[in-house]
């Protein structure tokens, strides 16, 4: 069964450091990945997605991710944080055998001044 | 300009009476399906629709309806709502198995 998991409920950053949200996924065959962000009262955005091809992916806002297949990892970076980053950030994993959408729980990103 | 539309946005009800709630696209979207969020859950999945008339369960199916008449509509219907739906649901809608959702600004439902 295909699953995503983010460790962290919650990631604390300062602004203009870089930030890291995790996720890690399992699936039984290749992943498409997925990485979207939600502002409060408002619905999902997607950031970016790994279907195939290069490992580090670019997307909306300055984001970036790395699929890295040995940690069945698909981390969210960005060099140089900003306050209005602050949202809550989901990943999900679909199995590209022809499985359901699965979401991870979320991480809280919070970017103080 | 591209979007998924759902109403109503807020809803408050009583245990027992029937309700539903809207979704329409406007991008030609095969592909649509019912997410229910909860505080330490993510997002769940309801049901599904690859095409009209085509309609499957999701993860969370118990307690709610769906029917798929219109490429562009997608209602979630509850027909004898529970406390334990109280919840914020978000329709989607995906043009290819592949492609990212796009959301709608979802509906912050409460059973009381």
């Known amino acids: 069964a295909q699953s995503v998991a983010q460790p962290e409920d919650q990631v604390n950053v300062a602004e203009g450091n870089p930030l890291t949200v995790k996720c890690t996924y399992s699936v039984s065959g290749n992943p498409y990945l997925f990485w979207y962000v939600q502002y409060p009262n408002r619905g999902l955005q997607f950031l970016l997605k790994?279907?195939?091809?290069?490992?580090l992916v670019k997307g909306s806002y300055g984001f970036e991710a790395e699929f890295n297949k040995s940690q069945t990892s698909f981390h969210l970076k960005k060099p140089s944080a900003l306050v209005s980053d602050s949202a809550l950030y989901f990943c999900a994993v679909r199995d590209g055998q022809g499985g359901k959408l699965i979401f991870g729980q979320g991480t809280e990103l919070s970017v103080k001044p | 300009e591209a979007q998924v539309t759902q109403n109503p946005r807020y809803l408050i009800t009583v245990t027992g009476k029937k309700l539903t709630v809207t979704c329409s696209q406007n991008m030609n979207h095969e592909y649509m399906s019912w997410y229910r969020q909860d505080p330490g859950l993510g997002l769940r999945q309801i049901y599904y629709s690859m095409n009209v008339e085509v309609t499957d369960k999701g993860d969370v199916p118990e307690g709610y309806k769906v029917s798929r008449k219109e490429k562009r509509n997608f209602p979630l219907i509850l027909e004898s709502p529970s406390p334990n739906q109280t919840s914020l649901y978000f329709c989607?809608?995906?043009?290819?198995?592949?492609?990212?959702?796009?959301f709608g600004e979802g509906s912050r439902l409460t059973v009381l």
């Open positions: 989607a809608s995906n043009g290819s198995p592949t492609g990212e959702l796009f």
């Open positions: 790994y279907i195939t091809g290069d490992n």
